[in-house]
């Protein structure tokens, strides 16, 4: 247990699971309380009150909305039991936010990429109109093979 001691992501992920036995919502003492006897805490009683109220209850609520506390205890959210439910917890919600903020950014910089090459492809054909670079009857080839791997393209990273 002691690698455990001060691993507060595990701290994070067994609160959410205290919550969801208890059919959604504790005191806030109780839940301290099983904490303690969980992971063998109470040498530091104060220090780690302070680490459990200001650190681990604070990132569930304010920066990630798992949890909801008021004057008589603490609530899950929806949100806070499905990360509950993971295999394993809040880490592995970390790990997929990341992994969808970066995905999200790839998807960014493809539709910048296939969009400028629409417009090059689009002014190219504009021009080749006017100086007949490539015969006019397969002008229109390379917009309409640009358009389909454009296409072809969204659809595959918006399946993922």
């Known amino acids: ?26 005191l806030t003492d109780y839940v301290w309380n099983r904490l303690k006897h969980e992971f063998s805490l109470g040498e530091n009683e104060q220090t780690e009150h302070n680490l459990y109220t200001e650190s681990v209850l604070k990132c569930l609520e304010v920066e990630h ?30 790990d997929s936010k990341y992994r969808h903020r970066l995905l999200q950014r790839i998807n960014d910089y493809v539709v910048t990429a296939t969009g400028i090459l629409s417009l090059m492809m689009t002014m190219f054909s504009f021009v080749n109109l006017f100086y007949n670079w490539i015969d006019k ?24």
Not at 144 to 157: A, D, N
């Open 137 to 160: 009857k397969y002008s229109f080839l390379p917009p309409l093979i640009l358009g389909l791997f454009l296409v072809v393209f969204r659809l595959i990273c918006k399946s993922k």
């Open 65 to 94: 909305g798992l949890i909801r506390t008021n004057k008589r205890g603490i609530q899950i959210t929806t949100k806070g039991e499905e990360v509950a439910k993971m295999n394993n917890g809040f880490r592995s919600y970390l």
């Open 1 to 26: 247990m002691e690698n455990d001691y001060y691993d507060l992501d595990k701290w994070k992920t067994f609160v959410l699971r205290v919550l969801l036995e208890k059919n959604g919502s504790s």
